[in-house]
């Protein structure tokens, strides 16, 4: 079994930075691990992915270049850092993890507000 617990939301201006951090219990040390975002009003989307080494990471392209994710597999966290926030941003973003095929592990979500 594994449980996702997300941290670090809050309410930014536009340009200014967070950090989520997603703390696991459970077998995730081999695990491909991700992030999504949730607007209102919106499907839930893909903003990163990291493999269990980190070794290899894929962004949508909304955040490249302006977000990174990692993780620290001593401490089970993964992190999303996101620099440069824009309005759009503005979301509820999950951990996930894919212990097999999907992503089929998720968190309770955290809240992101990016003011203008």
């Known amino acids: 079994q594994v449980q996702l617990v997300e941290s670090g939301g809050g309410l930014v201006q536009a340009g200014g930075s967070l950090r989520l951090s997603c703390a696991a219990s459970?077998?995730?040390?081999?695990?491909?691990m991700g992030w999504f975002r949730q607007a209102p009003g919106k499907e839930r989307e893909f903003v990163a992915t990291?493999?269990?080494?980190?070794?290899?990471?894929y962004y949508a392209d909304s955040v490249k270049g302006r977000f990174t994710i990692s993780r620290d597999n001593a401490k089970n966290t993964v992190y999303l850092q996101m620099n440069s926030l824009r309005p759009e941003d503005t979301a509820v973003y999950y951990c996930?993890?894919?212990?097999?095929?999907?992503?089929?592990?998720w968190g309770q979500g955290t809240q992101v507000t990016v003011s203008s």
């Open positions: 990291i493999n269990w080494s980190g070794s290899r990471t």
């Open positions: 459970g077998r995730t040390f081999s695990s491909d």
């Open positions: 996930a993890a894919n212990t097999g095929c999907t992503y089929n592990y």
